[in-house]
């Protein structure tokens, strides 16, 4: 499980992490992860570093995750 601070934590270093590599402001950045408890993290931290995630289902296949 993780409580809402330690989602804040995971999520500021994410969020740092991808502001280094330069996500800001309407850069998307895919999020290709089954469903666990660090998703709404990732998903947060793209938030958190002014991006945009875009949800992608690791079930679908290969060439359609590079196409998108």
Request: proline share 7%; with cysteine; charged share 15%.
């Given at each position: 499980?993780?409580?809402y ?10 969020a ?53």
């Amino acid at each position: 499980s993780l409580t809402y601070a330690g989602l804040w934590e995971v999520s500021g270093r994410l969020a740092r992490g991808l502001t280094r590599l330069g996500v800001g402001p309407e850069a998307a950045v895919a999020v290709c992860a089954e469903r666990s408890v660090l998703l709404p993290a990732a998903l947060l931290g793209v938030l958190r570093s002014g991006g945009l995630y875009v949800p992608v289902d690791p079930g679908y296949p290969a060439d359609r995750i590079g196409y998108m």
